[in-house]
């Protein structure tokens, strides 16, 4: 019983992480073409972004669900603590998204009326905020919740600090990156090349952020310091700021080699770097920075029963993911677009 009390815990913040990296990787892009309305204002280009998304957007908060699933289930400790750490930017997020998803259906519903700019707004506005919201989250996370007893005990605007707002603003911008990349992928001419503009300005924005964030998070908690500075620590977290050049590199020469998928792979190869390295700084705290993935779990029998669950469901849900990206596969035109 000791080894499951041991390692369940860590197969279930393996799968969390999972499901929060899928989620980033597939709604990233999705909020991020949301918010690059504001720079492209062609209703035909903009009509051709959307019908980039219009198959899949709404499946991909999936992964958000099986993500709050996970911590209400499994770690219920966690999930008491942050909930209300976090009600503020959570509700406005969610709000956000309803707003955004039914600003995207009615824009088409109202084509060729006065009212079709109004749900353009709530489309960008809802995308922003949106992400906005989740980058405070995840800032708010990583600076530490004050707990008492097992249970939050500050105020309401806790999560509110320069350094939430930072992350807040790079995720925002990281988003848009995503947003940039998938259209360069995923569309031609006019539309394509400003895409590579917008690109190549969204990423000196994210690798600011990054590099802000991964200097300001070390001297947030002395834990956190000697993760990235202490020996043997320094040979797992060194390689991810070196990855992260790298990758600059690659995304350099695929904007000027006018390649297709790299700058887009390459912007996912951040977001993977970026959330490794916070993994490791936080590691093992799941509330930093005093309570661990083994103070907040569920018992060893509850959860081997949502694990035999999720073993079922995990395989399908990738699948029809993977399935329907891969029939709306392919470039997009005015011709065939959603409108």
Known sequence: MMDLTYWLPIIWAVILVAAISIYVILDGFDLGIGMLFALERDPGRRNVMVS???????????????????????????????????????????????????????????????????????????SGIAAFCQGAILGGVVQGVKVVDGAFAGSALDWLTPFSIL????????????????????????LEASCRRWASKLAIGLFAGIVAVSLWTPLLHAPYLRRWTDWPNIVFVLPVPVLVAVLGVLFVRGLRHEHSKSPFLCALGWFFLCLSGLGITVWPYIVPPGLTLWDVSAPPSS??????????????????????????????????GYH
Request: glycine content about 14%; proline content about 4%.
């Open 52 to 126: 980039t998304i219009a198959p899949v957007w709404d499946g991909n908060e999936t992964w958000m669900v099986l993500g709050g699933a996970v911590l209400y289930g499994v770690f219920p400790g966690a999930y008491g603590t942050l909930l209300p750490a976090f009600y503020l930017p959570i509700i406005l997020m969610l709000l956000a998204l309803i707003f955004r998803g039914v600003a995207f259906e009615f824009r088409v519903m109202t084509h060729g009326t006065g009212r079709e700019k109004l749900w353009n707004v709530g489309f960008m506005a809802g």
């Open 167 to 190: 992350c807040g603003l790079a995720v925002m911008c990281g988003y848009a990156l995503l947003g940039a990349t998938w259209l360069i992928w995923r569309t031609t001419g006019a």
């Open 303 to 336: 959860q081997l029963f949502q694990l035999v669950g999720t073993v079922i469901l995990l395989p399908i849900i990738l699948t029809y993911t993977i399935y329907s990206y891969r029939v709306f596969r392919g470039k997009v035109t005015g011709t065939n």
